[in-house]
């Protein structure tokens, strides 16, 4: 690119101007990971708040009264065994092996899918005999936290579903394998989280 200046003797000057490179793709990565970022302190503050609440029982069930840590390892599983998939996913994705790279979508998903279950089901459990988010502060705290990471895996499945979608109509083409592998990106921080949930929540809880 060019662009003239004018002198005093009315000369044209013309001067380069160097574009600066634009890779495509480089804004959508940024602000996913500004998102990210902003989800951390979210979940940040939430393990703060359990924090300083999680020894509030008022009288009503704690830890060790509600927890079946048994059923918590392996709804950890599920979601650890996801992020595994997820990776097999990314290989067969750079291998350009649509139908691969699908299946291995399609497992993750179904681990996904396991992990809400078993987490719907403790919920259901504890707000049956009583333990409902109004009864303690410790139960507010706990089921503000551990939903608000069934709520991003909520929408992890539905993103999930959506890309598998776009790549069974589209194929892996560049937009795809961006946005395939910023959904990576999400699902191993949740990931992250939960297993800051199991060690602050679930395990140390019933150590209280």
């Not at 044209?12 to 101007?17: M, N, Q």
């Not at 290989?91 to 691969?100: E, H, S, V, Y």
């Not at 937009?175 to 191993?188: D, I, P, Q, T, V």
């Amino acid at each position: 690119m060019s662009a003239s200046v004018t002198n005093a003797s009315e000369t044209p000057v013309f001067y380069e101007i160097d574009e600066h490179p634009h890779p495509e793709g480089h804004s959508t990565a940024l602000g996913f990971w500004v998102y990210l970022m902003s989800d951390c302190l979210i979940f940040a503050v939430l393990f703060a708040t359990f924090g300083v609440l999680g020894g509030n029982y008022a009288a009503g069930p704690g830890p060790r009264d509600l927890f079946d840590l048994p059923l918590v390892a392996l709804n950890t599983s599920m979601l650890l065994f996801s992020s595994i998939t997820y990776g097999f996913a990314m290989l067969a994705m750079d291998k350009d092996r649509r139908a691969q790279t699908q299946l291995w979508l399609i497992i993750t998903g179904l681990f996904g899918l396991a992990f809400l279950s078993i987490e719907l089901y403790e919920f259901h459990h504890m707000i049956e005999i009583g333990a409902t988010p109004q009864r303690s502060a410790f139960l507010s705290a706990f089921f503000t936290l551990v939903g608000t990471h069934g709520l991003h895996v909520t929408f992890g499945i539905i993103w999930l579903v959506t890309l598998m979608v776009q790549v069974q109509r589209r194929g892996l083409i560049a937009a795809n394998k961006r946005r395939l592998m910023c959904l990576s990106m999400f699902w191993h921080f949740l990931d992250v989280v939960w297993i800051g949930v199991f060690t602050f929540v679930y395990l140390m809880g019933m150590l209280r």
